[in-house]
Structure formats: structure tokens, C-alpha cells
């Protein structure tokens, strides 16, 4: 399916910026992977996009896990966009009592055979709790089961807990310290953790989309790279859709 296609589907939609979208589809197209883990799943409006694109090279599979108590929390839902665009057939929707640490659990149960862990997965896409001890974890744990030149995504690299909710995704915000409140914990997972890590040489920063990606390939020479996407044309656009839709006036560019 066309980029052009899902993206008129699912416009509007969040929780992906469509610079990331378009990012995470030609990524897939451009580097034929075809089974993908996506952990944290929302509305599944980046789990269309992925799918979109595996239907665009001629199949794979998604298999995307979310806790159990968010089935029904989110209008659309994952299910409900993905049979909307026909894309169902590409995605296992997983629901879990305590989220995807436990998951990650079971499939490295899974692959192991006689005390090693076989690897199954070319991307993975992790947008949960934006936690550094569930998702330092779940990296540790995700590695086990990427293959070699596989590829690890982690949205909302400078996030932060604050004042604006009580909790997310089982993290109660009062219990925290005010470091951890304050402190991006992603950005600490990528920095501290990924970046050091002797399976990982290729670290891409996308400043203005907020996405930390990690390509599984050992090297002794380590490249970062900082890349901006966003054109002028693109920030006025945004800035304009922002207002349209404070204001419900209408533009014209």
C-alpha cells in the first residue's frame, strides 16, 4: 500500500508525527524488514504505517504488544484501523497483564534452544512507559532476539514525567524522584546504555522528531549522527494545522 494511501487513512490520528511515519515506512521498504516488534501500540497508527509498508513489498509480520487494561482506552483502535485499511492480516495484536518486559520474556523462552537465544526480528519499535528501568530492560532484553543489522527505535527521546497526569502506563508520577521526574529517561536509555553497547555502531538523533534509532551492527568505529528533517515548509504547515484547529480558520498554502 502507498504511503499516500494509509496516510489519508489514518490522518490525524496520533500518536506519530508524519515526518516519523514516513521515516519508519521507507525504512522497511528501502531495508526489506519483514518481521517487526513493536512494543507500546496506542491507537496503532504507526502499527498501520508498518503494516502498510510490508504490504507494499509483499508481506511480513507485526506483532505489536500493549497491556491488557488499554484494550479498550483508545478511539480508534489499533484493531479498528487496521481492519479499516485492510491490513489485518499483517499484525499480531498482543495484550499483556504487566506489559512487554514479560513478553519479551516469553519469547526469549521461546527461541532458546539448548541455552542460546536465536534471534527473529529486523526492527523494533519501542514506545511505552518511557522508563529507564522498563525500558533499559526491555532493550537488554530485545537485543537478545534482533538479528544482526536489525534495527531499534525508541520514540520520545527527551520526554519526562510532570504534572500534566497522574501516571503512565503503570508509572504513578508522585512516586518518583524529582530527578527522575525531570531527567528524560530515554534519552538516558540511548545515551548510557545503547550507545555503549558492543552489539550497536549506527546511532542516528532526530532532533526535531524526537526518535533515538540503533542499527545492530558491532564495529570498533561508532558513528552519531544528529539529523534535523523538518524543512521551513514543514514547520509553517505544522504551525498552521496547529491554529486551524485552535481556531477552526482556514489557510491557504
Same mark, same amino acid.
Do not use: P, V
Given at each position: 500500500m502507498l504511503f499516500e494511501t494509509i496516510h489519508q487513512k489514518v490522518k490525524g490520528v496520533a500518536y506519530i508525527s508524519d515526518l516519523n511515519a514516513r521515516y519508519l515506512y521507507e525504512l522497511i521498504i528501502r531495508e526489506k524488514l519483514t518481521n517487526i516488534l513493536e512494543l507500546g501500540v496506542a491507537h496503532g497508527t504507526a502499527t498501520c504505517y508498518m503494516a502498510a509498508a510490508l504490504d507494499e513489498i509483499g508481506g511480513g509480520q507485526i506483532t505489536s504488544v500493549d497491556l491488557l487494561e488499554r484494550e479498550t482506552l483508545f478511539d480508534p483502535s489499533p484493531e479498528g484501523q487496521l +481492519? =479499516? +485499511?485492510g491490513l489485518s492480516h499483517l499484525v499480531r495484536i498482543v495484550r499483556m497483564q504487566t506489559g512487554y518486559t514479560w513478553f519479551l520474556h516469553d519469547e526469549i523462552k521461546r527461541l532458546t534452544i539448548n541455552d542460546v537465544c536465536g534471534s527473529e526480528y529486523d526492527l523494533c519499535l519501542i514506545d511505552g512507559p518511557k522508563n529507564w528501568t522498563i525500558d533499559g530492560c526491555a532493550f537488554f532484553l530485545v537485543d537478545k532476539i534482533l538479528k544482526v543489522n536489525g534495527w531499534i527505535i525508541f520514540d520520545d527521546y527527551l520526554w519526562t514525567y510532570g504534572p500534566h497526569r497522574e +501516571?503512565? =502506563?503503570?508509572i504513578t508520577h508522585r512516586n518518583l524522584s524529582e530527578e527522575e521526574r525531570v531527567t528524560p529517561? /530515554?534519552?538516558e536509555v540511548f545515551e548510557l546504555l545503547v550507545k555503549q553497547h558492543p552489539h550497536y555502531s549506527e546511532f542516528v538523533l532526530s532532533r526535531d522528531t524526537n526518535w533515538a534509532i540503533a542499527r545492530k551492527r558491532a564495529s =570498533? $568505529? $561508532?558513528t552519531?549522527? /544528529?539529523?534535523y528533517r523538518q524543512t521551513n515548509k514543514d514547520v509553517l504547515v505544522a504551525a498552521k494545522d496547529r491554529v486551524k484547529r485552535l481556531l477552526g480558520m482556514?489557510? $491557504?498554502y
Open positions: +481492519a =479499516d +485499511a +501516571a503512565t =502506563d503503570g529517561q /530515554i534519552r =570498533d $568505529k $561508532k552519531y549522527t /544528529i539529523e482556514k489557510f $491557504k
